[in-house]
């Protein structure tokens, strides 16, 4: 047999170079570079346990192949020979020649120990393979071969042919990079019994919303083709390319010649950056020692200096040693400490740079007691390497009125001195400050970020109880103290004269002041017919408690996530159930609350003199502020549907709509959306978007796969989510749903003695993840409270650049 024999000459006759006896087990392959060369051919092998004639799924993707290989750019092509005898397994010369190896065999066992043992050395020399589809099946009392291929299909699968989306969610390896993210095409679609994500690299995954799985169905994570390093060699699997007509589609040829392009030595891929065994999760800080908070404070925000440091923030309850005052006749009600830690990777040591007096430790308890208040977000300055600026996000103890029950949050900044981690308290400039009431918790929100062009993101929570609408529409305009309402969100999140519940834009400028950036939400010029006001600050409005913002500056997009209400089930009567939120936010605009919530679904409005009983449904594309405690514009901006929200019995609950557009609320009519999410117990955590930094030299940082992939993620870590997804640029500003997710929890360790419970994160400069863990407790500091970072160890993509089959490094 020798390459380029004409591919159909070899279906219908004799085996090509059929052996008289096997070789006695090869061990080593004897050649000193990996199999073939630079004149790169392919063995198609389509031996068969089973008797009768050749599948024709069988010649059609031998014909592809060959086509296949004939095609693209002189550099990159190959020549392919197919043969049906197992015997070329012995031969470890005629094998020798080949730089990848395709299975387009059906199932059984087809291999001898002899040639299974020649098939090993192959790989172990530093072979390629290419399993498709049935292959899967080949081999089944292999655990090397099962390693190999990477899973096995399960007794369950379905074997109608049937159309589906499958979600193409690695946009860098050559088998994928030019496809759809949502590919839409027919196939048998195999279900797993086990599920290989994990231990191998997964690129594609299917989506069984789209089609019928049958009983044995994966779920929402149900790869199709994965690619791994394997025993010394590369192997790439997919399960599609069970139909002749596979072969014909322009999209899956693109999809075989990548994974050949890599397998066989032409061009170098990552298959390592989803491989769990790749990522080292490492606990940075220790246990406070007793009585101190020298380590970390109550965790609660973290941001990375260009440096690598680690700034992180804790804010304002202490370990449970110290006094917590709960007596509004005490003049030290809820005082705390608001604490900035830094974290030096270079010393692996922590310093206390700094602790503000806020109001923030009244301790736990029901609404009218316990406080979110105290340091709530911390960012740098753009240019902190130079002038060492740190802006806090907070609310000082010594502006708190225990008549009024009202206090001044602020965002402030501040000088750090970069030669000893020291914070100037002196140094303070109060940039921006508003009013907040404090007779009553909850929703301060507090995160914090910057866009490419210096204008800095603040989010605010929307200051209300969620204890008086039955956790439903904080919309309860009754309960007040002395004559501020505390119950209705309508005066803040929902009021555009009001900065809570809000994300703000502006501009700070070097005296300590600041300007309004063009393409807010206002001007904080606009009146109404009822004579309201605006304010030039808000950027987003109709945001709950969004403690977690992030601005991609490659785009300048803000990403954003915000807790909802407490209601467990969704009601005929007042609406949805509590919908935790992830929103992409590419221009000013509503976001909803108190009015809607996930993909624009109504609250029914509630007022005086009887708010428990109900009144109309709101009207998301006209929502109009009738509260009697609202005193800005009553025609508020339409509202812009979220991307994501859960629930507890689901991602992206739907429901059907009557002919006036109101969902019908009925659980039992429900439909999700995002299989992938669940919550419960649930917090919105928003993530970064990652982007990969080629020049850097890190050896750390996490691969290119995760470039532009956006991280979400909930404070728990059960049944709630830690993914990273892709959306469509598109449609992502209006609402359009994730096209792609795929878990994190491995990665970024869930559990007791991992990230439990997830209080921020960052990637840093080194392209390392950090997260804060909050610890076990609430509205305090335990052993658990930790600052975390998860580094990528896999190393590069293979082959070696010197090992490329043409010598062209790639």
Request: glycine letters at 12%; a negative charge; aromatic letters at 10%.
């Amino acid at each position: 047999m020798t390459a380029g024999v004409v591919v159909a000459g070899l279906l219908s006759g004799p085996a090509a170079t059929a052996r008289p006896a096997p070789e006695p087990p090869l061990t080593t392959m004897s050649v000193k570079s990996p199999p073939g060369g630079a004149n790169v051919r392919v063995l198609l092998f389509y031996g068969s346990a089973a008797a009768g004639e050749e599948s024709p799924v069988v010649n059609a993707g031998i014909e592809a192949i060959e086509k296949i290989g004939l095609s693209g750019p002189a550099d990159q092509r190959f020549r392919t020979v197919a043969t049906d005898d197992a015997s070329v397994f012995t031969d470890e010369t005629e094998l020798g020649r080949y730089n990848a190896i395709v299975f387009l065999t059906g199932g059984g066992d087809i291999l001898d120990p002899e040639q299974e043992a020649g098939l090993e050395a192959y790989m172990e020399a530093g072979g390629g393979f290419v399993g498709i589809h049935d292959a899967a099946r080949a081999e089944p009392y292999s655990d090397w071969f099962t390693g190999l291929v990477g899973a096995r299909p399960a007794a369950s699968s379905p074997t109608a042919v049937q159309r589906a989306v499958v979600e193409v969610g690695d946009r860098q390896h050559p088998a994928t990079r030019d496809l759809p993210v949502q590919w839409k095409r027919p196939d048998q679609w195999f279900n797993w019994a086990k599920n290989p994500s994990g231990s191998v690299h997964t690129v594609a995954r299917v989506r069984e919303s789209t089609y019928q799985p049958g009983d044995g169905k994966n779920g929402w994570d149900h790869p199709v083709s994965w690619c791994r390093d394997y025993d010394g060699g590369r192997s790439f699997y997919t399960g599609m390319g069970g139909t002749v007509s596979s072969y014909d589609e322009t999209d899956f040829r693109a999809h075989l010649r990548g994974a050949l392009l890599w397998t066989t030595r032409l061009v170098r891929a990552d298959c390592k950056a989803t491989i769990t065994g790749n990522y080292k999760a490492e606990r940075l800080t220790q246990p406070n020692q007793p009585g101190q908070n020298d380590q970390i404070g109550e965790p609660h925000g973290l941001v990375t200096a260009p440096d690598g440091r680690v700034l992180y923030i804790g804010r304002g309850g202490a370990d449970s040693s110290q006094p917590v005052v709960t007596d509004w006749n005490n003049p030290d009600i809820g005082k705390g400490k608001g604490e900035i830690h830094v974290y030096d990777p270079r010393t692996k040591k922590v310093t206390l740079a700094g602790a503000l007096t806020v109001f923030g430790n009244k301790g736990g308890g029901d609404e009218l007691v316990k406080v979110e208040e105290g340091l709530l977000g911390i960012e740098l300055d753009p240019r902190f390497e130079e002038n060492g600026w740190v802006y806090l996000h907070y609310t000082p103890h010594s502006q708190i009125n225990r008549e009024t029950r009202m206090a001044e949050r602020r965002v402030s900044r501040f000088t750090l001195d970069l030669a000893t981690n020291k914070l100037d308290l002196g140094s303070e400039k109060v940039l921006l400050k508003w009013p907040v009431q404090i007779h009553s918790c909850c929703h301060a929100g507090g995160g914090m970020t910057w866009d490419s062009k210096g204008n800095l993101y603040i989010a605010t929570g929307d200051n209300n109880s969620s204890r008086f609408s039955d956790g439903y529409s904080g919309n309860n305009p009754e309960p007040n103290y002395k004559g501020v309402s505390f119950a209705d969100a309508r005066r803040t999140a929902g009021n555009t004269h009001n900065l809570n519940g809000k994300i703000l834009r502006i501009h700070p400028e070097a005296d300590g002041t600041y300007t309004l950036p063009a393409g807010n939400l206002f001007t904080g010029q606009e009146t109404d017919e009822g004579g309201g006001k605006t304010r030039g600050e808000i950027y987003v409005m109709g945001v709950r408690n969004p403690a977690r913002i992030f601005v991609d500056k490659k785009t300048d997009i803000l990403y954003a996530g915000w807790v909802g209400p407490d209601a467990s089930a969704p009601s005929t009567t007042w609406g949805p159930a509590k919908y935790d939120t992830f929103a992409v936010i590419t221009k000013a605009s509503n976001r909803g609350w108190p009015y809607c919530m996930g993909n624009k679904q109504p609250y029914r409005d509630r007022n005086l003199p009887d708010p428990t009983k109900p009144l109309g449904w709101y009207d998301c594309d006209h929502p109009k502020n009738e509260s009697p405690n609202n005193d800005g514009l009553v025609n508020l901006p339409p509202v812009t549907g979220n991307n994501i929200w859960y629930s507890p019995q689901g991602g992206a609950p739907d429901f059907p709509r009557d002919a006036n557009g109101i969902p019908s609320y009925k659980q039992e009519e429900s439909t999700y959306l995002l299989p992938w999410l669940k919550g419960g117990g649930q917090a919105a955590m928003n993530g970064p978007v990652y982007r990969y930094d080629a020049t850097s030299a890190s050896t750390v940082k996490w691969p290119s796969y995760w470039d532009g992939k956006w991280f979400v993620g909930d404070f728990y870590d059960a049944d709630q989510p830690r993914n990273a997804v892709i959306t469509d640029p598109k449609n992502h500003g209006e609402g359009g749903l994730p096209v792609h997710s795929e878990s994190l929890k491995k990665i970024v360790p869930i559990g007791n003695d991992g990230i439990k419970n997830l209080m921020d994160w960052k990637f840093g400069p080194d392209g390392s993840l950090y997260v804060l863990d909050y610890g076990r407790g609430f509205f305090t500091s335990d052993a658990k409270s930790a600052l975390w970072r998860v580094t990528y160890t896999g190393g590069g993509p293979t082959p070696a650049a010197d090992q490329l089959a043409r010598g062209a490094a790639q």
